[in-house]
């Protein structure tokens, strides 16, 4: 199965990567534009989906900076990025 | 004393960090792959790029066999000092509270910085005198400590935040100017300042040598004890 596991660093914790974003877009004239944050995406095929969730505590993510959220896709093609 | 300096894939500093200990004692290097600890009384964790970064400062290399013989040293007591990227693996390997995330400025900082002494009667900071000011260099892009509030609490009341920026020399948005931590037991520190670069006066100081004499000076009290 195809899952993605998107990585984001947790809210309470200053994001200045996401502040730089927010203020170029800004620079570059798209207003309204707010809470900005950058993270990771992890793409991969899996036989076990039900291991996903320790593989992000022990090693995808680190659980005390940084949220994760698993997306699966039980249809998704395994070959197809 | 024998030091062991641990080399991973893009560890960098090792040779200075043995070069700093080579004044206290004896040193060797440990190779990632190996296990063997080779008798040393303490280890350090240099600072680099192990493993290339991937995924997060410090996450791969916290699995190297290597590692697994550090973390059983460590819980044996043993004297583990982690510079730099050391540092962020010994928090990735949660032999130390909280993790290091990217500097305020997302730039790359090398300068020298004033540390105060914030506890003088570790196994990493015993030959300081009380309220100490140490002139040691940073060089790091992720070196912003972080842990949450409970926990530096936790920290600074039981004297576990050993070193902390001087005021005004925060490089790096620090919480609590927070520079070098040691675990509840006393006997693991992380920093991010490089002591092994200031062993010398002909660089503009060597007042990083008093960690490594206090390491010294650890080990040989433990061993009259034993």
Redesign the interface.
Known sequence: MRARILIR?KAA??D??GQ?VQRALAALGFDGVANVHVGRLIELDVDDPAQLEAMCET??A?P??EEYEIVSDPSGDPTTP | MKTGVVRFPGTCDEVDAQLAAAMVGDTVILWHGDRDLQGVDAIIVPGGFSYGDH??VG?IAR?APMMESVAAFARDGGPVLGICNGFQILC?AGLLP??L??????RFICRQVDLDVANTATAFTRACVPGAKLSIPIKHTTGRY???EATLDALEADGQVILRYAPGHNPN?SQRDIAGVINDRGNVCGLMPHPEHAVDDLTGSSDGLRLFESMRDHVADASVVA
């Open positions: 660093p914790i200053l200045p990567q730089t090693l995808l680190n005390l900076i | 995924l997060r996450a699995f990735e909280g993790a995330l990217p500097n305020v400025s997302l972080y842990a949450p948005g």
